[in-house]
């Protein structure tokens, strides 16, 4: 059973930086399709960036060039390095691990992000 940690959100001015992480346990993370999602107050959960098993990333429109995922093998780790944040990338920031299998899927708890204009 995986089991997926979000940590990093916070407040930040408009232009600042976060870096948000996300730690997986019972599951491996190079193993898995790792994304991050974002969900504003009244919005669905959106698509931010993801990470795949070969270590290539994509991105939703808005976050290419100001927001990069990577990877820690070692730390089972992978991380959301944000820069140049607006206060439209205001939401709860999730976690998910597809191990591409149909009870593979798992989420995390979210990690609040604000960004103050």
């Known amino acids: 059973q995986g089991h997926l940690v979000e940590s990093g959100g916070g407040l930040v001015q408009a232009g600042g930086s976060l870096r948000l992480s996300c730690v997986a346990s019972g599951m491996i993370v190079s193993n898995a399709s790792v994304s991050w999602f974002r969900q504003a107050p009244g919005k669905q959960r959106e698509f931010v960036a993801n990470?795949?098993?070969?270590?290539?990333?994509s991105y939703t429109l808005s976050a290419k060039g100001r927001f990069t995922i990577s990877r820690d093998i070692a730390k089972n780790t992978v991380y959301l390095q944000m820069n140049s944040l607006k206060p439209e990338d205001t939401a709860v920031y999730f976690c998910n691990g597809f191990l591409g299998t149909p009870t593979g899927n798992y989420w995390g708890q979210g990690t609040q992000v604000t960004v103050s204009s």
């Open positions: 990470i795949g098993r070969d270590g290539s990333a």
